[in-house]
């Protein structure tokens, strides 16, 4: 039996060395079309802080220990470009060029998602961050470069955490995007929290400004706006990224939220010899009982497992993602789980929101800070819907209570009755969780 | 209507606070043997540790307060000393000797708990700590007698705090306890992590030492044991405390576990016109569903407010406590929630454990440490029952997650599939958490 898989990332490899694992006699091939797998994606910014650490340090396991020890048939520089379900193989081409073929009785799509970086003459010379790769470049550049400003086009979580980076660096960063928004899924008011960080910490933030070309100045790049000019030694694209789905659509897949390609809970696609795992595939979010699309790292792992679980038969159904996430900018982590107000009203709720600011500790404890705690929840049914939380002092590990109460269903007044935990060196007697459920309660 | 409270404390003042906002006309009247009220008792040993700030600016609200703005008749050094249901009546004396007596409609009985000293020879020199009183005390004593040594008997939260506290006041501590077990709940090799975090900050620990008479030396205190002697300039007694229910017991209310008065799920006693609420009364257990006894402050203002809900009608039911903790002792948290494998044991569960090791964050951040998690879950149900941590980085927060699903009667393999918070800083891919989990689910 031949179990091959197209993308050698999280979900791949997940999948790869589950599958092993599970079953010691399956052919595996991983055909990966760079030279990368199993890395460490999410430290990328982190790394590039720090220009002592080598990209690489981030490489979890080589290729050759998956082939060797594992013994995957890792086939790194492969790309594949056509899936023939009639036939059960996949096609492409190697990096030398050389057309390849392979047959398949199991198929695992996990080719992750791709930067959309904006149609503007000159977007080629936006630098992304997704492979490990990227990473590189971005680091040499600054190096050759010996850069002293950067721009970076778009403000979401990777902008956020690169702009920290560079700035660690000693480099000027400016920030553009077309939307006068900044954070436009937080509340205004904590949006406003993050942005004076930003700002506090030197950057220079263009909201409502919209770059319209690139130019090349001999090393530099020029930034044209409509409102302004913007010269930096590099640029980086952080404008988000959109599922590679294209070889399952050619092939007939479902494609869902997003186009990105439609799974089941046994991560079977439409052609159920087929599976689709990591960014590339869609997922249920257990708050709505919806399809979703949001791309994390997290769910990738744990979806390339199921996938190698459920090769044969329906082992691990996964419940689905309820999108939590966290990030740190500066001195900030910006948490949330579940849906915001506008998201929940999509779904056809009738939320409410309420946010309460808090004391991370007893406020006379070293390092007590201000915490900003945004709950919504459903009038109808009173169910909890979705939290989100700005501060530089617990905010990370403390979503994770909101994300558990999430997976259960939880109401905002069954989450009001948890007994959380209390010491004045952690949490004030009632956790900032509570109080924001508390106050919620009275809305609904 | 009359709203009788007796003990001025964390519940006592919960419920007259919410009960005035609920009822603008009800009288209401608490009791209070001693002359404080509405103080953060869990924040005594940090007081304690800072010489420079009053025992007094822990007070959250003055009896004035109370008095003048919420129209509570709060009448402190009242000693209630007998609960007359026939009449409706309690009475007592005050301060002062002066008898007095006060009828009810409703009655709350929040006596809190006391301190459970050894009977011992020379117990009276052994200073507990459970009032703002006892607070005072310890912190002149040590003013006064240029506190060098200090002896605690017991080893358990407090007495870990306040190890920590007269270990920074440049104080050395031992501490006696006649068990050779050092935290007995947690798994041997975390608590062997904690022992070592305590001696390595210069703390003697007399294990399976049996203090045998404690005898007064001038201005200091010789503790003879079984196997040493041991001299200080003062004596804690952090032996635990137990349920002041005599006043319950005395007028005929039903018991529970270590004698705390037993309540339904709306803090009412066996007489529906008393109710119980703080450390004085017993609560379900969210993972047994039997009753229990856990003195714990979030606990006493939840049933406090519960109390004032349901004076005249069924407001709210409380779910009950999940046992959740966490201490802080040198570097290290030390957190639980649900049962430990003894307990879970005792309840009539097949339970199984698991211990993982793993880093707070991603390994190469800043701030990433090692985090000790043993998980509890039940073979004949797969249910969670409980989870114990350690560790110097992201413990106390990470813990409510396991809180909140013990609420939910989460299994294990629904545990593992919560989408948790991933960023480097803050967390691996896998959660800690998961990860405990995950390798739990195996032995189920």
Chains 1, 2 share one sequence.
Not at 189 to 213: C, F, R, Y
Request: charged fraction near 20%; proline fraction near 5%; glycine fraction near 8%.
């Amino acid at each position: 039996m031949d179990f091959v898989i197209i993308g050698g990332d999280a979900a791949g490899m997940s999948a790869a060395s589950r599958a092993r694992r599970q079953y010691p006699d399956l052919r595996i091939t991983v055909l990966e079309q760079s030279h990368d797998v199993s890395y460490s994606a999410c430290s990328m910014p982190y790394n590039i802080a720090d220009p002592q650490t080598p990209m690489d340090t981030l490489v979890v396991r080589t290729a050759a220990e998956f082939i060797d020890k594992h013994r995957i048939d890792l086939r790194t520089g492969h790309k594949v470009t056509a899936i023939l379900r009639d036939k059960r193989q996949v096609s492409g081409k190697t990096a030398d060029n050389e057309p390849f073929c392979t047959g398949y009785d199991k198929l695992l799509i996990a080719t992750g998602a791709t930067p959309t970086l904006p149609d503007l003459p000159g977007k080629e010379l936006l630098m992304p961050l997704k492979q490990l790769e990227h990473g590189r470049q971005i680091k040499q550049a600054i190096k050759d470069r010996r850069a002293k400003n950067a721009a970076i086009m778009g403000m979401g979580y990777i902008a956020m955490e690169m702009c920290e980076a560079l700035t660690a660096l000693g480099i000027h960063v400016c920030m553009v995007k077309p939307s006068s928004r900044f954070l436009p899924w937080l509340p205004k008011d904590m949006a406003q929290i993050v942005q004076e960080e930003v700002s506090k910490n030197g950057v220079d933030l263009h909201l409502g400004t919209t770059v319209t070309s690139i130019e090349k100045k001999q090393n530099r790049v020029r930034l044209h706006c409509d409102n302004t000019t913007l010269d930096a030694d590099l640029a980086l694209g952080a404008t988000g990224v959109r599922p590679c789905s294209e070889l399952a659509q050619k092939t007939g897949l479902a494609l869902s939220v997003s186009d990105s390609i439609s799974v089941d809970s046994y991560l079977r696609t439409s052609d159920p010899d087929i599976f689709a795992a990591g960014d590339c595939g869609d997922a249920f979010h257990v708050v709505t009982g919806k399809k979703t699309w949001i791309p994390l790292a997290l769910r990738a792992n744990r979806a390339g497992w199921a996938v190698a679980d459920n090769l044969f038969s329906e082992k691990t159904s996964l419940q689905g993602v309820a999108g939590t996430a966290v990030f740190k900018v500066f001195d900030l982590a910006v948490a949330r789980s579940g849906l915001t107000l506008s998201e929940a009203k999509k779904a056809g709720f009738d939320p409410v929101e309420n946010r309460i600011t808090s004391w991370s500790r007893v406020k006379w404890q070293p390092g007590a800070a201000k915490i900003y705690v945004n709950m919504v929840g459903d009038k109808k049914t009173g169910k909890l819907l979705g939290t989100q939380m700005v501060g530089t002092d617990g905010v990370a590990h403390r979503i994770n209570a909101v994300a558990v109460a999430l997976h259960a269903g939880m109401s905002v007044a069954d989450f009001i009755q948890t007994d959380l935990a209390y010491a004045p060196p952690f949490s004030p007697t009632w956790d900032p969780l509570l109080t924001a459920a508390i106050q919620l309660e009275k809305k609904l």
